[in-house]
């Protein structure tokens, strides 16, 4: 089996094409045959050397693709047949020709969606269904943050908050990707690299604060959400984007960023009234229900037409390609969702 790998920990350029041994399947495996897979930060942090769960190296990236059942296991889900169009989430190993996971974390796609559509549905939209509705209980007339609005979760929070009612504000990285957030319907988006988004936010919303906040950022945004936060407000947490900060690992800034900021109180969380909530998609592996469901509603979505991916950019499913598709990443010079393709 041909994947793009991961060496050794470096900039993008370390990817490497190797031919691998076919993992052996299990009797609730499917074996799936890459047509697209979706970049997602966590793919950089991992390649950098500060994603806690990688595997060994060297081993390919990769939480998510589309593509073809090849094989099925003898316990299966008897709807994934060879032949079938599928996406899936995956525990790494998503850059490559083939990859095998547990049927409850795959769901059929019909020939209406595209591999690349289909593979930017499993990380980000599942992690923004969750965010949203699932934890974050969103409803009408709420006033919503979304840090990070350009990329691919950020995009797939305002598709599916659309049809809630809710007053949607977001931060972006550049006034290009402000402005494309507000024409789609954000109420304000601000740029967080030039702007102090806490003060422009509160201006905004005239001091009132937010019900719900998405935060992909990490420590560097915790605080600030928390003053943002109004009266039974709720703070989702689910990433660490801000711990990289160029194309290397820096160790340094890592952990002072961690370390610096302040920690959850249970007294001054009381005090406040606020909720702070940690949301990881790749430790709900176990989940079964949750991510069979989740996934069957967005498919079902999808195929009703009632949300649909901002595809940023495609890149061939090779090793320049994925060192292309994180340079394209580290630079923020996506809006939406970063995909790598079979070649």
Known sequence: ???????????PEVFEEQDLPERRLAPQDVRIRVEAAGVNFADLMGRVGLYPDAPPLPYAPGYEVAGVVEEAGAKADRALVPGTRVIAATRFWGYAERVRVPSY???PIPASISFPIGAALPVNYLTAYLALLHVGNARKGERVLVHGGAGGVGLAVLDLARP???????????????????????VKAVNYRTTDYE???REATRSRGFHLILDPLGPESFEKGLRLLCPLGRMICYGFSSLVTGRKRNLW????????????????????????????????????ELLQQG??????RATRGEISPTIAATFPLTAAGATDAHSFLHDRKNVGKVVLVRA
Do not use: W
């Open 199 to 201: 003060v422009a936010l």
């Open 105 to 107: 974390t795959v769901a």
């Open 164 to 186: 809630l009612g809710v007053e949607l504000y977001a931060t972006a990285g550049s006034d290009e990707k402000c402005r494309e957030l507000e024409a789609r319907g954000v």
């Open 253 to 288: 800034h890592a952990v002072t960023s961690v370390l610096g900021k302040q920690k959850v109180n249970p007294i001054t969380l009381m005090n406040k009234n606020v909720g702070v909530f940690g949301l990881n998609l790749a430790h709900l592996f176990e989940e079964r």
């Open 295 to 300: 996934l069957a509603e967005l498919v079902g």
């Open 1 to 11: 089996m041909r994947a793009v790998v991961i060496p050794r920990h470096g900039p």
